[in-house]
């Protein structure tokens, strides 16, 4: 089965910086990857998804990058926010049919004011 | 259009008593996902259904715990006498089952087992 790594686990930068969340898979034919944002006591929210057929996708201050090669896939968000501070999962998953997304472990991010 | 609705939010049970959460999907989705977080951890698959059918159930515990998604009404997942090691969030997720398969998340319901 899938299998997906994130990394790092916690993430702290100042506000306006940039940060930058990364993650692997292991199943080739995946091809849908989305993004989460959990803020504390909620549920995961979805943020941004990209598929296999393209390499970037931006919106506003979030972007996401996809290597198919190395199968790896990467979520940049600039300008952060205080309000940015929450825990980020990344996914994969096959798209259509009856296919499970795999998350990964969590990226709890801090921007400090 | 409401979003994934679930409930109860907070739910307190002695050890041994049953717990039932309940998840309405989002108007139009016919597929619902369940899974489970532990504190300080990621999400862990539990069970997908579809109306009246279990697809996968991989990632569910053999005993005490079990789910269902009736023709009419909520999906259910029910834990039976349940232990401390159940307490936990609980998150239903639900899908168009389309080719885009983007699956949405309730606000969880969050189990204490006291």
């Known amino acids: 089965g899938e299998n997906v790594e994130q990394h790092p ?3 702290s930068v100042q506000e306006g910086d940039s940060a930058v969340i990364k993650c692997t898979y292991s199943d080739s034919a995946s091809n849908y990857f989305p993004w989460y944002k959990q803020e504390l006591g909620k549920g995961p929210q979805l943020i941004i998804d990209i598929r296999s057929n393209v390499g970037e996708k ?3 201050r979030i972007a996401v990058t996809l290597n198919k ?3 790896h896939f990467s979520l940049h968000i600039t ?3 205080p309000e940015d501070s929450a825990v980020y999962f990344c996914a994969a998953s096959k798209a259509g049919g009856s296919y499970i997304p795999t998350f990964g472990r969590g990226t709890s991010l801090i921007v400090h004011p | 259009n409401a979003g994934v609705m679930q409930n109860p939010r ?3 049970r002695r050890r041994g008593q049953e717990a039932r959460l309940r998840c309405s999907p989002m108007k139009g989705h016919s597929h619902v996902y369940w899974y489970r977080q532990l504190p300080e951890e990621g999400l862990k698959f539990m069970v997908y259904l579809q109306k009246e059918n279990i697809i996968d159930e991989s990632g569910m515990p053999k005993e005490r715990f079990s789910a269902e998604f009736p023709k009419e009404g909520p999906s259910i997942l029910r834990i039976q006498q349940v232990v401390r090691g159940d307490s936990a969030a609980y998150f239903c997720a639900s899908s168009p089952g389309t080719v885009s398969n983007t699956i949405y998340f309730g606000e969880g319901s969050w189990l ?3």
């Open chain 1, 58 to 60: 931006k919106d506003q």
């Open chain 1, 9 to 11: 686990s916690t993430l």
């Open chain 1, 79 to 81: 300008e952060t926010q």
């Open chain 2, 10 to 12: 907070h739910l307190v």
């Open chain 1, 69 to 71: 090669t190395a199968k």
């Open chain 2, 112 to 114: 204490t087992v006291v």
